[in-house]
Every structure is written in C-alpha cells, then in structure tokens.
C-alpha cells in the first residue's frame, strides 16, 4: 500500500546514482563554460542584453532546469561586475557598510549566535538586507537593483519573492560546516521532517532560492561552498543529510568553485552543501548570502518593508526620475528596469493575508492593491516620503497586521 510518509531508511545506493549524473554542454547552450558539473554564466558577455526579452527568457529557462532537473547550481561570473564603475562603487559601499555593521554589533555586548561555527569564531550579520537598507541607502538601492538578481529570483520563484540576507565572513582557520540542506525542512529536526508528508519534502525546494554573493575573491584554499550536484533530486534528503554514511559520500564527492569578487553562486536549497574550511593566511572570506523566499511561504527572517522603503525613498526617487530623463519615456511606459528590480526587492508583491472586507478585491477583482502596486502608485504621482509611509502602514492596518505597525 501507499504510503504518505517516508518510512524505510533513504537509500545510499539510489542517492549516488542520481549523484553520478554528468551535464552535457548542449543542455545549457548559453553557459560559457561546465566546470565539475556546474555551470558557469559569464554575465559580462550579457551585458548588452540585460533588456533583450528573449536572451533572459532562454537564460531563465536554462537556470530553471538546472535547478529543477539539473545539478542544482550555476554560478553567475561577474554578476556585480567589478570593471564597471557604478556596480564597483555598489559592492565595495555594501562592504563598507557590512564592516560598520560588524563593529557596531562587536561593540555591544549581545551574544550572537550561528547555525554551524562557534559564536566568535567567524563574522555574521543577520538581517543584513534590512541592517543594510539603514546604514546606506544608496549604496543599498543600487545594489539590490541589479537586474540579474530580480531574473535569477524569479526565474525559480516567480514575480513576487522575499529577499532576506545575511552576511558571513569566514576567518583564516575558519572550520567547514556540515553538510546540510537549507530551509524550510532543512532547519527541522529529522523527527520532525519524518512528520511531513512526501509532498512537502518536495514543496520546501520550490520555496526558497539560496544564493551567495562574494564579497571578496574566494581561491579553493579560502574554502568556498563545498556542492554536490544531482543532490537535490534525492527524495529523502531531508531525511538523510544527517546520516554518517550520507555524510561520508558527501566528503568524497563534493565539488568547489573559486569565485572572484562580484561572482554569485545560486542552489536549490535541497542541495546538499557545506561553508568550506578556510585555510589561507590572512584572506578573510566575506560572502552576502541570499535567501529568497517565494510569497507562498514563510521567510526565515522578517523584513519589514515599510521602514526599508521609507530609507530608500529619497534614492527611489531620484532613480527612477533620472531613467525617466534619460530615455524620454512616457509616464504610462511604467518605471525602468533597475526601478523595477529594486520595488520587487524591497517592496511586497503578493497581497495575502488581509482583511478583504477593509481590503476588498480591485481592481482586478482578485486581489487587492499589493505593496509594490502602491510604491509604483506613489512614483507616478509624486508623492512624499511621509505620504507612501502612511499609506503602506494603513495597508497594514487595514490588512489587519497591526502587530507590524510601529
Ligand atoms: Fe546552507
């Protein structure tokens, strides 16, 4: 008989069968380059596309298989190109940023801890996105209105997706981390997991998008994310990872890709994976790592988007006034392409849940206005900064949510 649960021990054999798959190159046309059977995109030779409809559709498409039926990871090279001056300024200004926001919380006496290294032991911000949006807008907005990270995002998760953020710097003599599976089952004890049906092992993969961006050049000995391709095609995994025997095969199989600065690394959270020992003399791995959630589920960590909008306003603003000079566009025409990415990155896109009797279902008749619909509501009128705060908290309110309101 059928049965909901997972009840017999994953099996290693099954496991190193889907683990022995090798790409072939014509699966994923555009990548430049297969490197131990991940996929490298080297983005600068997209450069000039960033808007072509068709090339990103045809790239979503190869990184959703990937993700789905593939390895499970792909690396984006040059995603925050370090030659171009304004993507340079960004990610060296969230560096500075990161290091201010270390010192400032050293400096406090709170403990702080982390999910696999000792407290101490290495650096972590937690919540750096909304820790970010604060301490530097500018920088801020022109970071996270990178276009590849609002395709990669969406590309898994569709349109309306949670970004959260932490930042981790691994220290010469840093340990690696167990190999693991990410979030949702991944943060669950196994008891629990065995509790879900089989159906939510698969959904947990589909919720999430885990990413990394490095903050600083990460050569193999620095200890850059330790992967096992086909990993994440494995059923029980969440079952599994756990287990010596899983945990052996892992130590003899993982791959690693160096990574320069301003290159991210992109899984499928089912992916089996572990942070990498750091064993260079004095080269301080900093990595901004992404989990982007999609609106059906739960993030890890709570974002409030109010605030994050109202540090960004003054920068919003200027942006999308500034593309709205330079290409001469018609106000109908709708914001440009980094405004976009940056209202999807900071703004929610998905309605639910809210009161439908103060929220009632218009104008499409399905769903209520969502906070970016407000955002690119405000941009188009000119309103203040203190005029998109009010309304977006009375959105809160009238949905109902008025523990997040301060
Ligand atoms: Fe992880």
Known sequence: ???????????????????????????????????????????????????????????????????????????????????????????????TAYQQIISNERRSSEKKGDHFANTGANDRI???FSKHAVTDPASFSTYYSNPWLSYVSSAWLGPAYRITAQVNVVKPGGQAQNPHRDYHLGFQAVSSCAQYPRTMHSASAFLTLQGAI?????????????????????????????????????????????????????????????????????????????????????????????????????????M???????????EEQGPSLEVSCLIRAIADGYPFPTNLDRRPPAPSGLAPESEQDVVIRALKEGWTRERVVSELRQMRLDSGDEMSVK
């Not at 498409?61 to 390895?71: A, F, Q, R, T, V």
């Not at 999308?320 to 018609?330: D, F, G, L, Q, S």
Request: glycine content about 6%; charged content about 20%; overall charge negative.
């Open 126 to 128: 937690w919540n750096s």
């Open 1 to 95: 008989m059928y049965k909901r649960l997972f009840t017999s021990p994953p099996s290693l054999a099954e496991f190193e069968r889907l683990c022995s798959q090798t790409i072939k190159p014509e699966t994923y046309p555009l990548a430049g380059s297969i490197e131990k059977n991940v996929p490298i995109y080297n983005l600068p030779d997209f450069h000039s596309l960033v808007a072509d409809k068709t090339t990103i559709t045809k790239l979503q498409d190869e990184w959703y298989h990937i993700l789905l039926n593939g390895p499970g990871v792909f690396v984006l090279k040059g995603m925050y190109s370090t030659t171009n001056e304004g993507d340079d300024d960004a990610l060296s200004a969230a560096t």
């Open 320 to 330: 999308y006034y500034r593309a709205t000079r330079e290409e001469e566009k018609e």
């Open 214 to 318: 490095a903050h600083t050049d990460m050569p193999l000995a620095s200890g850059p994310t330790w992967l096992l391709p086909f990993s994440q095609q494995f059923a029980e995994g969440y079952l599994a990872w756990t287990l010596a025997e899983f945990r052996d095969y892992f130590a003899s199989h993982y791959v690693a890709i160096p990574l320069e600065r301003g290159d991210a690394l992109f899984f499928n959270p089912a992916l089996f994976h572990a942070a990498g020992a750091n064993r260079t003399v004095g080269l301080e791995r900093m990595a901004n790592l992404l989990q982007i959630s999609s609106a059906f589920g739960k993030c890890m960590e709570a974002v409030d988007s109010v605030v994050v909008v109202e540090s960004c306003w003054e920068v919003l603003v200027e």
